[in-house]
């Protein structure tokens, strides 16, 4: 992409002499310059009409890969420029024509101390949108035309010019009429763009209740609905068995264990290879309850008859914010709970951690989730992997990360191979993070 990256390529003919004079003082790293030209709530999430440039990726895509050229001055002034624009309210998640925020752009780059400015952003945007509870819809160009021309809130609204920086909507910042147009015709060039970040493939309240109304097909290693959505894949299954070595150290017999979301019955596999003492597991989605129910299924009524008393083993049918409430009132409480399920955004499992783990969590007990929060783009992932693990720690809970690989070779691109038959790559990184939370103290 070197030639793409230069400024003649970014910088368009058609683009505002404003937007273009804020662009070319971010190029240079010429903070002065760009101090005075941001005089004006928006500058500086200002945006070539046809390229989608914000100052922030000029800034950044000016250091161009590392080379012996470079002194430690100019990586400082680029700093300086990428934390001013922050300051004024530039956008870390903003796309530009390539499908790249700033932050996926200083990755690529292999410039690490511009993307970790992009990720500190990033978070505490995403920390100020959970305090006004209401998380961003990065929007993921599937449902929306005007991509890269607005951001939403979580309820779909456009922001208004009121709001924190981080809200306000480029339309908004001096581009106007045939300069939006462009920008929405480029849109219509290009690929999907960003995808919101979630606990599965996708969600939100609606989602949550049109997906456990789908029909689901159990094939071939995954577990699709009517949609084509992966609700869950045969991939995920060393993340399984390393989820369950971190719940369970040396795998002792006669663990009380908790597993929201059955799926492929993967983890539930494993779980009772430990002999444990109490198993529960809750699931909501009727087809995937059908399933459990036939005769080949390990986690039928003759499953539930084996356990050591009654009720020990059980299946839970019912959505997880119902069945626990009743769980809480019966004063059950676990060494080791899971968390996985599909079509629910991250705000659920932050309740979940928040209201139900005090109460249903042993002392010492062992709480894990599936951390697939944005995980169709890194910035997105570390982002939420670090608002996740301040959440967590509001919630009296303390996270050791492991980092793990994931075998890319079946994964690397869409509708191939893995992803056969499967709508939306929703997983796109070669290192996953696995969290093991504890009570703090
Ligand atoms: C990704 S799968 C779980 C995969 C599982 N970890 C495994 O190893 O196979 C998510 C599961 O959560 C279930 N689910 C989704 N929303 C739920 C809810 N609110 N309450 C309970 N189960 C839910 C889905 O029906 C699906 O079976």
Redesign the pocket.
């Given at each position: 992409m070197a030639d793409q990256d230069s400024i003649s390529a970014r910088i368009s003919a058609n683009c505002p002499p404003e937007t273009q004079q804020v662009l070319t003082a971010a190029w240079a790293h010429d903070v002065e310059s760009v101090r005075k030209l941001l005089d004006a709530p928006g500058k500086a999430s200002c945006q070539d009409p046809v390229t989608g440039e914000t100052p922030l990726h000029a800034a950044i895509r000016a250091c161009g890969a590392p080379s012996e050229d470079d002194t430690p001055e100019d990586l400082e002034a680029a700093k300086k420029t990428v934390y001013e624009l922050l300051l004024w309210g530039g956008i870390w998640n903003d796309v530009d024509d390539h499908n790249e925020t700033p932050g996926c752009l200083a990755h690529r780059l292999n410039r690490p101390e511009l993307y970790r400015l992009c990720v500190e952003a990033g978070v505490r945007a995403e920390m100020l949108f959970g305090l006004l509870e209401g998380y961003e819809e990065l929007s993921s160009g599937e449902e929306e035309e005007e991509d890269y021309v607005m951001m939403e809130n979580g309820n779909g609204d456009v922001e208004d010019g009121d709001e924190a920086p981080e809200l306000v909507n480029a339309g908004e910042n001096g581009q106007s009429g045939a300069a939006e147009e462009e920008l929405e015709v480029a849109e219509e060039e290009e690929e999907p763009k960003f995808q919101p970040p979630k606990t599965?493939a996708y969600a939100d309240d609606v989602k949550?209740e049109a997906?456990?109304r789908s029909k689901l097909t159990y094939s071939d290693g995954k577990?699709v609905d009517d949609d084509g959505n992966g609700?869950?894949m045969a991939w995920?299954t060393d993340i399984?068995r390393q989820s369950v070595d971190a719940l369970l150290p040396g795998k002792e017999p006669g663990k009380r264990i908790l597993?929201?979301?059955?799926?492929?019955?993967?983890?539930?596999t494993m779980f009772a290879e430990t002999k444990p003492s109490v198993h529960h597991i809750?699931?909501?989605?009727p087809e995937?309850l059908e399933h459990l129910s036939t005769p080949e299924s390990s986690f039928g009524s003759p499953w539930e008859a084996s356990g050591p008393t009654p009720g020990a083993f059980k299946v839970y049918k019912?959505?997880?914010?119902e069945v626990c409430l009743q769980l809480l009132e019966k004063g059950q409480i676990y060494d080791a709970i899971?968390f996985?399920?599909?079509?629910?955004d991250y705000a659920q499992l932050r309740m979940f951690f928040t209201e139900f783990i005090p109460g249903l969590l042993d002392g010492k007990g062992i709480f894990g989730f599936?951390n697939g929060l944005g995980a169709d783009r890194k910035i997105c992932y570390d982002v939420y992997t670090e608002v996740s693990e301040m959440h967590l720690a509001d919630a009296g809970l303390d996270v050791d990360w492991k980092e793990i690989g994931v075998d890319m070779g079946e994964l690397a691109e869409a509708g191939k191979g893995e992803w056969e038959g499967v709508k939306r790559r929703y997983w796109t990184l070669d290192r996953y993070q696995l969290p093991t939370c504890t009570f703090l103290g």
């Open positions: 599965d949550s997906y456990l577990l609700v869950m995920e399984m597993n929201i979301g059955f799926g492929m019955g993967i983890i539930d809750i699931e909501a989605h995937v019912g959505k997880w914010q899971y996985d399920t599909f079509g629910e599936f």
